[in-house]
T-cell receptor, first 119, second 110 residues
Framework: GAVVSQHPSWVICKSGTSVKIECRSLDFQATTMFWYRQFPKQSLMLMATSNEGSKATYEQGVEKDKFLINHASLTLSTLTVTSAHPEDSSFYIC???????????????FGPGTRLLVL | GEDVEQSLFLSVREGDSSVINCTYTDSSSTYLYWYKQEPGAGLQLLTY?????DMKQDQRLTVLLNKKDKHLSLRIADTQTGDSAIYFCAEGFGNEKLTFGTGTRLTIIP
């Protein structure tokens, strides 16, 4: 149980284009989803928290107009990197948190990640 | 503020026990977690411990929590080559956020 998928697993795009990454909880309903960014050999940096049906909460320093997050259903959240530039190249990982009343310790379950390369 | 520290590297011989340590500064966390990340993959939840507990054992994994010293450890018994990965500890708070440690890269020596 508690499987989270991401699509695509990797993407290469030209500078200036937009890229959409999907995060799905496959066997549970995720009231909250998180988006992280990870640079090589570094830890995860939380970008934003999204709750189903409401606006995402962005961490300090993360541009909300550049990283658009939509959490339209209890099983799907999307991150769109708008007008991507080479400095946006990174490993993007989502996680999903089940209702803490139903899951163990309100743990976050992570997707396999999406590697974005902007040329 | 929240600050979680780990040693960057650990090398262990196959069959020995691995002990990965983690220190943190914010004692208001409700749960503490251990995640495993294999190359090019996302994070896999290994185990967690409620902040009021001292120890939790789950098969080859033993988690020890010293709340007074703000120290968390993960012991992996009979370490195998498949245990090679980066291990992250993380603090969980009531606001749902996780604060991750810097990660420890575990290398298994044959």
């Amino acid at each position: 149980g508690a499987v989270v998928s991401q699509h695509p697993s990797w993407v290469i795009c030209k500078s200036g284009t937009s890229v959409k990454i999907e995060c799905r909880s496959l066997d549970f309903q995720a009231t909250t989803m998180f988006w992280y960014r990870q640079f090589p050999k570094q830890s995860l940096m939380l970008m934003a928290t999204s709750n189903e049906g409401s606006k995402a909460t962005y961490e300090q320093g993360v541009e909300k107009d550049k990283f658009l997050i939509n959490h339209a259903s209890l099983t799907l959240s999307t991150l769109t990197v708008t007008s991507a530039h080479p400095e946006d190249s990174s490993f993007y990982i989502c996680s999903a948190r089940e209702d803490p009343l139903r899951s163990a310790a309100g743990a976050q379950y992570f997707g396999p990640g999406t590697r974005l390369l902007v040329l | 503020g929240e600050d979680v520290e780990q040693s960057l590297f650990l090398s262990v011989r196959e069959g020995d026990s691995s002990v990965i340590n983690c220190t943190y500064t914010d004692s208001s966390s409700t749960y503490l977690y251990w995640y495993k990340q294999e190359p090019g993959a996302g994070l896999q939840l290994l185990t967690y411990i409620f902040s009021n507990m001292d120890m939790k054992q789950d098969q080859r994994l033993t988690v020890l929590l010293n709340k007074k010293d703000k120290h968390l450890s993960l012991r992996i018994a009979d370490t195998q080559t498949g245990d090679s990965a980066i291990y992250f500890c993380a603090e969980g708070f009531g606001n749902e956020k996780l604060t991750f440690g810097t990660g420890t890269r575990l290398t298994i020596i044959p």
